[in-house]
């Protein structure tokens, strides 16, 4: 193997594995969405509804 062969080959997987990185620390970083108690929290029925204590 070269040394031009040698450069592009750790060159792409600096690259890749720079990518890899950033995208696993947005992902690690991203605060959840808030969601929901319950089904019967959205339901437009009002005959569903529990009367609450």
Known sequence: M?????IVMLLTL??????MLYFFWRVMNTPPKPEPDSYLDNDDEPGR?????
């Open 2 to 6: 070269n040394t031009s062969a040698i």
């Open 14 to 19: 600096g690259t890749v594995t720079a990518l």
């Open 49 to 53: 509804q529990e009367p609450l204590p």
